[in-house]
């Protein structure tokens, strides 16, 4: 799956709150008692269920922020924080009403607020196009060359837009060829990456890790097969694309809509890797629900319908 960069900075400071809820939120399981000073209010009961409470539900918000960062979703990131910084506004009034608080505290809290405004009103601003072809998503359809329905491996052709990418994941199903038959593509495999150049493959096995971006600044047409054939996987792309020709897509590609975008995980068979391998059960569920709702079948209908191998 695609994702939209997030700036190197934004990206920076979104990880340090992130890191910073799960300090408040471990430090509230393990020294109630700081974690109240911090905080700017003095129960003076360590063993309150309050601090379980808090110490928890800080850390579940700090691992949203920091996977969200980690994997490149600009959009989950940008309302998570908008809408988490009602917390430390509440927080804010809680301190400010409470006799015997710390003053100090209502300034950290109504800092946090507002450092969260600023990092939002950043993160919301289109993202700039990069490279001089990425007049947007529509610049890159697909063709599907040979099907699992007529007995044969999946092989599709699709133009990769400068500085498109996926994040690190794998498939469990199939193997992936890519072939890069003009431009070129870097490709992470493993522990190791590399830059294919126009004749050069690469083949990631079921299970293996790796990843993709156009770093050229130059389009990039490459032929991926898919093996054994996989129908979903067919539909996945055509999807993909179809939603980025429509608008529906961000300029590097990843899916505006959530449910859009598990849709399209659960259908590519991607399973992420490292930190951001929590959030799979999320988006299986988002994918079900989209199912139910009828999504999937109008995104069939609409984009994999199929093709003689005209663009799609």
């Keep these: 799956m695609t994702t939209q960069r997030i700036p190197s900075l934004l990206r920076l400071i979104s990880l340090l709150i992130g890191l910073g809820m799960l300090f408040i ?3 509230f399981l393990v020294a109630p008692e700081r974690g ?6 003095h129960y003076n009961q360590p063993n309150d269920a309050f601090h379980a409470i808090k110490g928890v539900r800080d850390i579940f918000s700090g691992l ?3 996977l969200f960062a980690w994997s490149h979703y600009r959009k989950p990131l940008f ?3 908008l809408a988490g910084s009602v917390i430390p506004f509440g927080d804010m009034l809680i301190v400010g009403q409470t006799p015997g608080s710390d003053p100090s505290a209502r300034l950290i809290h109504g800092g946090t607020v507002i450092t969260l405004w600023v990092l939002c009103y950043f993160l919301g601003r289109p993202a700039p196009r990069t490279g ?3 007049s947007g998503p529509a610049n890159a359809p697909v063709k599907r060359i040979s099907s699992v329905a007529d007995g044969h491996d999946s092989v599709l052709e699709l133009r990769i837009l400068p500085g498109e990418r996926t994040p690190w994941h794998y498939h469990q199903l199939f193997s992936e060829t890519f072939a890069v038959l003009k431009g070129e593509l870097t490709v992470g495999q493993g522990g190791q990456t590399r830059t294919l150049r126009e004749g050069q493959t690469a083949t990631i096995q079921p299970g293996q890790t790796h990843f993709f971006r156009n770093a050229s600044g130059q389009e990039s047409l490459i032929r991926v097969t898919v093996s054994p054939g996989n129908r979903e996987f067919e539909e996945s792309l055509l999807i993909y694309k179809g ?3 429509d608008g529906l897509a961000s300029a590097s590609g990843t899916p505006k809509k959530l449910l859009d975008l598990a849709l399209f995980i659960g259908l590519n068979d991607s399973h992420t890797a490292g ?3 929590v959030a799979e059960p999320f988006f299986r569920w988002l994918a079900t629900r989209a199912t139910r709702q009828g999504r999937l079948a109008y995104l069939l209908e609409k984009y994999a319908r199929p093709n003689t191998g005209e663009w799609q």
């Design 36 to 41: 109240e000073a911090g905080f700017g209010l």
């Design 64 to 66: 949203l922020i920091v």
């Design 79 to 81: 309302l998570t924080l």
């Design 275 to 277: 930190l951001s391998k």
């Design 25 to 27: 939120g471990a430090r």
């Design 132 to 134: 001089p072809k990425a």
């Design 243 to 245: 939603l980025a020709n």
